[in-house]
């Protein structure tokens, strides 16, 4: 009782460690008792009562789980690939002993069949085939569409989501959504200037809500270079080309393939010779130099652009969906750059100055009706002292209704300020002025006249025709590109004429996203081993100034990007094609014009955390699905906040997505996911 009644004693060391233990350990004991419930449990503490075995074991208990085996293999998501080694055993209790079971003996691994281009003693071969899909990459999906409804307590209401898209019906395999809407085109007034082979999108509310099936029998693209003198039969089954365009060197059939020996039209013997005979007309013409980006007007099967490609120049090859209404489809299953698009009574998606040379062999279009006003389209998108090259019957053939079109042909490109450089057989090539000082010497009311000050040339989203010649920069913008390669990497003129919010900066805002890219496709590259996927025709949705689509070709990367621009953002197109690099402006809220199953791979960076404030998510996923080969890859490199809905909707459509931390680290408010497209069947 002395010791207690001391107060010097209480102050000793020992009473303050032994106080200290007592609240340390009620403490802990409270926070155990808070913390336990009846799925999850600290070990040592337990709401278990004691038991005859355990007796002494009433305050202090193994884990809950003791008992219980489980299958690991089981919660792991098969889609993400494994990280550590497998358990060796399943634990069993008895008699409150814990003892290992011997390690069941794996079953054989299943015997793997190569299609690759490495032969059976491990060399690189050319000499392979492309197989099947492989079974594990074929999913019997179905074609019900399963939708669960979510019920939030709080104010009670009710949300759909949907679990599984399904397959569409079989006569969708082809679908264009805004070129096949056959109720929006029967409403039209007319049809005589080609209005019915522009875009008529479906209605809010009457989108695309499954997914498109493939053709039956279709199988892995051949690659390229292969690709571009053969293809699968089965994975565009139409034979209407092969009937009329046969006998021109177009295509021939043979038996489960497509061959393209590489003619056309006017140069039935083979696109590499006719090439050549361009260059030798005009010398100037140095093809991978100062001409590096063309626009072939009704391509055909894109042959003049598929040789194009061996000369360092990319080539936009477009045709209307018409009696010939596959040949984009062959383009592309050929992996060369095309569109569906038409000259008809609006702007074509594509900016101005865009291409140092456009090409029409028989290209079936009638330059000068309307005032000339599809030619002025034409003059629009040249650059400033490209070339216009025109392969046609008026070229050369003396009948008399024929002469009279190439003399309304040479009336309007004279008022145009176009110089007829060379007609040679039945080619006649123009040169554009590069200046409009022959414009403003025209004699008064000449026709057509310039366009407006106030009008924008690179303004073409849903944009009416002008019959009005656009004015040149009076700076010499868009004229002054330097040759290729080096116009990649060369901040052009016209990046000061984008209106975005920086001004000063805008050439270190360009050398900084090429650095950006460049770094981010060397790591895939390096870790992802992007070389060894079969990448060809490349979608980049949201392309800023082209800084992807430049990375891979600094990268060695043997494919091409369409480069994209969201009319939701500024409009940077001018400055991609300054680049030497291909693009179209698109609003992702409608469907785009290409076939499905067009394009190998899909990128996207910031793309939803933007437009998911104009549309639905899921309208632009299942856009982007039908467009995806399957076997394709999609990479999203978006915000953390919109990638939960992203996979849950990426799941419904038999997309396997994986997430992945971007190089800053986990802790990043952006996040990538990656999704692999597999083969539906139903």
């Not at 055993?89 to 814990?98: Q, R």
């Not at 390690?103 to 299943?110: G, L, Q, R, S």
């Not at 291409?355 to 034409?378: K, P, Q, Y």
């Not at 369409?562 to 940077?572: I, R």
């Amino acid at each position: 009782m002395k010791l207690l009644g001391n107060v010097d004693f209480l102050k000793s060391p020992t009473a303050i460690k032994f106080s200290a233990f007592i609240f340390i350990s009620v403490s802990f004991f409270y926070l155990g008792k808070h913390w336990s419930d009846g799925s999850r449990q600290l070990i040592f503490f337990s709401r278990q009562s004691p038991t005859k075995t355990t007796p002494s074991l009433a305050s202090v208990a193994y884990s809950p789980n003791l008992n219980k085996v489980f299958n690991i293999s089981a919660l792991i998501n098969t889609t993400e690939p494994e990280t550590g080694p497998k358990p060796a055993g399943s634990v069993n209790s008895k008699e409150n002993s814990v003892s290992v079971s011997e390690p069941a003996a794996p079953p054989p691994p299943d015997r793997i069949k190569s299609y690759g281009i490495v032969d059976e003693n491990g060399t690189m071969s050319d000499e392979f085939e492309i197989g099947e899909f492989d079974p594990d990459l074929v999913e019997n999906w179905g074609n019900g569409t399963e939708i669960e409804a979510e019920t939030e307590k709080e104010d009670v209401r009710v949300t759909f989501r949907v679990k599984k898209f399904g397959l569409c019906k079989e006569n969708m395999r082809e679908y264009i959504p805004c070129l096949d809407n056959v109720e929006a085109i029967r409403r039209l007034k007319s049809t005589e200037r080609g209005e019915r082979f522009e875009r008529h999108c479906p209605e809010k509310g009457k989108g695309l809500n499954c997914l498109v099936p493939a053709p039956k029998g279709y199988k892995p693209p051949i690659p390229w270079p292969r690709s571009r003198d053969e293809v699968w039969f089965s994975n565009v089954p139409h034979t209407r080309l092969v009937d009329d365009k046969g006998g021109q060197n177009w295509i021939a059939r043979g038996k489960d393939k497509f061959k393209f020996p590489g003619g056309g039209t006017q140069f039935i013997h083979g696109a590499d010779q006719y090439l050549d005979q361009i260059s030798k007309m005009v010398p100037e013409i140095t093809f991978g130099n100062h001409i590096r980006v063309v626009l072939d007007v009704g391509c055909g099967v894109a042959s003049f652009g598929a040789y194009l490609l061996s000369r360092n120049v990319i080539t936009m090859s477009i045709a209307p969906k018409d009696v010939h209404e596959n040949q984009i489809q062959f383009a592309l299953e050929r992996g060369v750059p095309a569109m569906v698009a038409a000259f008809a009574t609006r702007r074509l998606p594509y900016p101005s100055q865009a291409f140092d040379l456009i090409h029409c062999s028989r290209c079936r279009i009638n330059w000068t009706r309307d005032d000339g006003i599809l030619l002025l389209e034409v003059n629009r998108m040249l650059r400033a002292g490209g070339y216009f090259a025109w392969a046609a019957q008026p070229v050369y053939k003396h009948e008399e209704a024929l002469e009279q079109q190439w003399k309304e042909m040479l009336n309007l490109t004279t008022n145009l300020c176009w110089n007829l450089v060379k007609k040679e057989g039945y080619i006649a090539i123009w040169q554009k002025p590069f200046k409009n000082s022959c414009y403003l010497s025209r004699e008064a009311g000449t026709s057509p006249p310039l366009c407006d000050p106030d009008d924008d040339p690179d303004n073409v989203w849903y944009v009416d025709l002008k019959a009005c010649i656009s004015r040149l920069p009076e700076n010499g913008y868009g004229a002054n590109v330097v040759p290729w390669p080096a116009r990649l990497q060369m901040p052009p003129d016209r990046l000061q004429s984008i209106q975005i919010d920086s001004y000063i900066a805008r050439k270190e805002l360009f050398k900084a996203e090429s650095k950006y890219w460049n770094e981010i496709v060397a790591s895939y590259v390096r870790a992802l081993h992007w070389k060894k996927f079969k990448l060809r025709n490349v979608l980049d949705m949201r392309a800023g100034f082209g800084g992807f689509a430049a990375a891979l070709i600094d990268n060695q990367l043997d494919a091409w990007v369409l480069n994209v621009v969201p009319v939701s953002g500024p409009n940077t197109l001018p400055v991609i094609y300054d680049r030497g690099l291909i693009g179209v402006m698109h609003d992702w809220c409608e469907p785009f014009d290409t076939y499905p199953r067009t394009y190998d791979f899909l990128h996207a960076a910031g793309l939803f955390s933007i437009e998911r404030k104009r549309c639905n998510m899921s309208t632009i996923m299942l856009e982007m699905d039908r467009i995806l080969r399957p076997g394709g890859r999609v990479y999203i490199r978006d915000s953390l906040d919109v990638m939960d809905e992203l996979q849950d909707i990426a799941k419904a459509m038999g997309w396997h997505p994986s997430l992945r931390d971007t190089s800053e680290g986990p802790h990043a408010s952006y996040r990538i996911l990656t999704c692999d497209k597999r083969l539906l069947r139903g």
